[in-house]
């Protein structure tokens, strides 16, 4: 009876093992895709082998990376929100809000794009990609400011203006009674 428990036992944690090698080697396979430039079938490759293996990170963080390639940004920031929740590793999270930051800033989400430079800085404080990243996306936020100010003061001026003409078309036939002594 423990000869069969052990026999299941070793098949079970041999099947695990086999599993776990096809799916990295599906994620190598999506690896040369990728060195390729085939980034469809590199994110298909990585889907693959993060279906069969939820452990493997390196298929999550690969997946977002090439969504970001084929310019799917909302895809590839969903997937690396994914990814940071499933790693605690201190480089990959680095690594990850870097790209995460780059994401945002291609749909224009500044302020998020900040936020992801500046969690990657906390951990990587001498990563000057990202840095230089952080000072573009700042800069870039603050003419969107200067900017918005100044469409807001545009919005004013012409609602003044309207409220002008109103005053003075409403105005207009006042005193034309009133003679001149």
Do not use: C
Not at 40 to 52: D, I, M, V
Not at 95 to 105: A, R
């Amino acid at each position: 009876m423990y000869r069969f428990i052990l026999i299941v036992l070793l098949a079970g944690i041999l099947f695990d093992f086999s599993f776990a090698q096809s799916a990295r080697k599906i994620n190598r396979e999506g690896n040369e895709f990728y060195k390729n430039g085939e980034y469809e079938k590199a994110a298909r490759n990585y889907e693959k082998a993060f279906a069969q293996n939820k452990n493997l990170i390196e298929a999550s963080y690969n997946l977002a990376l090439s969504y970001y390639r084929q310019e799917k940004y909302n895809e590839a920031i969903t997937q690396s929100k994914k990814t940071l929740s499933r790693t605690s590793d201190k480089e990959l999270l680095s690594k990850l809000y870097h790209n995460l930051g780059n994401s945002y800033l291609k749909v224009n989400k500044l302020k998020e794009s900040i936020d992801s430079y500046q969690n990657s800085l906390r951990i990587n404080p001498g990563d000057k990609e990202t840095r230089y990243n952080l000072t573009y996306a700042m800069l870039k936020y603050k003419a969107s400011q200067k900017e918005q100010n100044t469409k807001d003061l545009l919005d004013r001026i012409e609602q003044e203006e309207k409220f002008s003409q109103q005053f003075r078309r409403r105005n207009r036939n006042r005193g034309k009674e009133v003679k001149n002594w």
